[in-house]
C-alpha cells in the first residue's frame, strides 16, 4: 500500500498531478481542494494516498491532508454505491469539514448539489455515517461511555458552529463552494473554539 508520495511535482491539472519521487512518476487523482492548494511544477509537495488496486487498473488518490484522505477511505470502504470517483466529486465540491458538517446535521440537499449524487445516495452517506463521525471515524478512547459522548457532542457543536457561519455567508451573497472555503482558512486560523461570530468576521475580513 503506497500511504504518502513525497516529491516533485512533473504535471499538474484540475483532478489529476504527477509527482516524481525516487526516479519514479507517479499518477495521482486529486479532488479541486487538494489541487488548488498544490505548488506548480517544479516545486516539492507531498500526499496522502489511497491506493484502488482491480484487475483492469491501479488508480492512487491524493490529499494534502491525512484527514482528508482518512475521510476519503471511510466514504469509498464503508458507505455502499460509493467508489472512488463518486467520493473524488464530493471532496472537490466540498471540504472534509463541510461534508462531515452535512452528514452530522442530516443535510441531504447540500450533499445532493454534488454531481451524480442524487438525494437517496445523500440519505444514504448520513445515516452509514453519521455514527462514525460522531465517533471520530471510530477511533477507540480510553472510557468509551464517556468519551464518545463528548465527542459526539463537540462534533455536533462544531458542525452546527460551521453550518451557521456558511448560511450567514451565503446570505451575504456568497456562493457555497466560496463561503466553505472561507469558513474553513477563518476556523484554521481562530481554532475550533472561535465563535460564530469570530468565525463570520474572520472569514469576511481573512
Keep these: 500500500m503506497i500511504a504518502s508520495i513525497n516529491g516533485t511535482v512533473i504535471e499538474s491539472r484540475l483532478l489529476q498531478v504527477v509527482i516524481e519521487a525516487g526516479g519514479v512518476g507517479y499518477e495521482v487523482n486529486v479532488p479541486i481542494t487538494t489541487s488548488e492548494k498544490l505548488p506548480g511544477p517544479g516545486n516539492k509537495a507531498k500526499l496522502f494516498t489511497y491506493a484502488v488496486y482491480r484487475d483492469d487498473a491501479q488508480s ?3 490529499f494534502i491532508h491525512r484527514e482528508d484522505r482518512e475521510f476519503f477511505k471511510l466514504l469509498v470502504e464503508k458507505v455502499s454505491g460509493v467508489g472512488p470517483k463518486m467520493a473524488l466529486t464530493l471532496f472537490s465540491k466540498l471540504s472534509t469539514n463541510m461534508l ?3 452528514i452530522v446535521s442530516g443535510d441531504a ?3 445532493s448539489q454534488c454531481p451524480g449524487i442524487g438525494k437517496k445516495t445523500a440519505e444514504r452517506l448520513i445515516i452509514e455515517l453519521r455514527d462514525k463521525v460522531n465517533a471520530g471515524f471510530g477511533t ?3 472510557s468509551p461511555a464517556i468519551a464518545n459522548e463528548n465527542i459526539a457532542a463537540e462534533t455536533s457543536a462544531g458542525a452546527s458552529k460551521f453550518q451557521d457561519a456558511i448560511a450567514a455567508l451565503s ?3 456568497y456562493r457555497i463552494a466560496e463561503a466553505d472555503k472561507a469558513v474553513n482558512r477563518a476556523i484554521a486560523k481562530l481554532g475550533p473554539s472561535a465563535s460564530v461570530e469570530e468565525i463570520i468576521k474572520t472569514a469576511l475580513n481573512p
Excluded: M, R, T
Design 171 to 173: 446570505a451575504l451573497g
Design 140 to 142: 477507540a478512547p480510553s
Design 109 to 111: 440537499k447540500l450533499l
Design 60 to 62: 492512487l488518490y491524493g
Design 100 to 102: 462531515q458538517a452535512a
